[in-house]
């Protein structure tokens, strides 16, 4: 069992930065991929960001290539979402999401994914 609690989302203004973070609660976190997804209002969840969970493969959506940086630290059971440059179009509910996973695997699927934390808001202004 995993528990996933997000944290660092807000409002910021377009061109702006934020950091999100998501603590994992459980006996273990370093066997399991991880990922970021986000649903705006009126449309579906999407992936936004997948690490495995040795850390040494990413995979990004073609939306924040270039923009977000997906990372992790096993150590502290906490993976990350550097987000510059955002968008008003990058405005959702963003959510962390955990699956046990080989270590090289990044998981990309949302249906593939097993837990979920609560989700943080970021609402990017023009």
């Known amino acids: 069992q995993v528990q996933l609690v997000e944290s660092g989302g807000g409002l910021v203004q377009a061109g702006g930065s934020l950091r999100l973070s998501c603590a994992a609660f459980g006996r273990t976190f370093s066997n399991y991929a991880m990922g970021w997804f986000r649903q705006a209002p009126g449309k579906e969840r999407e992936s936004v960001a997948a690490?495995?969970?040795?850390?040494?493969?990413?995979d990004y959506a073609d939306s924040v290539k270039g923009r977000f940086t997906i990372s992790r630290d096993n150590a502290k059971k906490a993976m990350y979402l550097q987000m510059n440059s955002l968008k008003p179009g990058d405005t959702a509910v963003y959510y962390c999401?955990?699956?046990?996973?080989?270590?090289?695997?990044?998981?990309?699927?949302?249906?593939?994914?097993?837990?979920w934390g609560q989700g943080t808001q970021v609402t990017v202004s023009s």
């Open positions: 690490i495995s969970w040795n850390g040494y493969n990413t």
């Open positions: 999401a955990a699956v046990l996973a080989p270590a090289s695997i990044v998981v990309v699927s949302a249906t593939d994914y097993e837990y």
